[in-house]
């Protein structure tokens, strides 16, 4: 392993609000995310044209939604902007498969083309639920768009449009990725073990 690729972090302490684990190793930069980030735009831009609706996912595609927008607007897009926080996970890293709505967007989607934004695709219940949802409601069109796909852990038929990353079976972690409400600042995309 490349030193430059592995990030120290302090060790846990055993105190409660501290964050668990001791190192996160890296998998794509801050710059690698950047460029990729930059030509998903240009791909949405070509494909969607300038009026579509954006409903980002929270907690965890807030990072890559902030910085997808930005992108999206230097492509002459410019859309409405709703937020829906979708549980499906503990604090652990296995999924419940249930999927809870804990916030629902406001505004209203009948008609509208939908750039629907998630961090990842993995067995593809929450982004299956938060579709179907938006198809009921009345939008035109539902596409999707992650920022790490993880193929072999589909647990349905579902994919996405767009895909940043696809990865192997890692828990990754930065972004505005979480392990245990920890890590989503990283500025980079890093695996941990969660041994
Ligand atoms: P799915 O419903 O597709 O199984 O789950 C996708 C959700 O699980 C993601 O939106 C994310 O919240 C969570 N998730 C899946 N894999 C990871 C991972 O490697 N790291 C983190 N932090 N969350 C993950
Ligand atoms: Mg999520």
């Known amino acids: 392993m490349d030193d430059k690729r592995r990030q120290h972090i302090e060790p846990a302490s055993k105190r409660p609000h501290e964050r668990p684990l001791g190192a996160v190793e890296m998998m794509y930069s ?12 240009a791909d949405i831009a070509d494909a969607m044209g300038p009026d579509i609706m954006v409903v980002a996912v929270l907690k965890g595609g807030f990072v890559f939604t902030a910085d997808l927008l930005r992108a999206l607007h230097h492509h002459g897009v410019h859309p409405r902007i709703d937020f829906m926080t979708l549980s ?5 890293t296995e999924s419940s498969g249930e999927v809870v709505i804990t916030r629902d967007i406001t505004d209203d989607v009948r008609g509208a083309k939908i750039l629907l934004i998630d961090d990842i695709l993995e067995s593809g219940r929450t982004l299956a639920f ?7 409601r009345g939008a035109e069109m539902v596409r999707l768009c ?9 647990k349905t038929d579902l994919n ?16 505005g990725l979480d392990y245990a409400h920890y890590y989503r600042e990283l500025p980079f995309i890093g695996t941990i073990s969660t041994d």
């Open 88 to 92: 499906s996970y503990g604090t652990g």
């Open 30 to 41: 801050a710059a690698e995310i950047g460029a990729r980030v930059g030509a998903l735009a």
């Open 146 to 154: 992650v920022l790490l796909d993880k193929p072999e852990k589909r």
């Open 160 to 175: 996405a449009d767009y895909v940043g990353f696809s990865i192997g079976d890692a828990f990754v972690v930065g972004y």
């Open 130 to 136: 938060a579709r179907a949802l938006l198809q009921e």
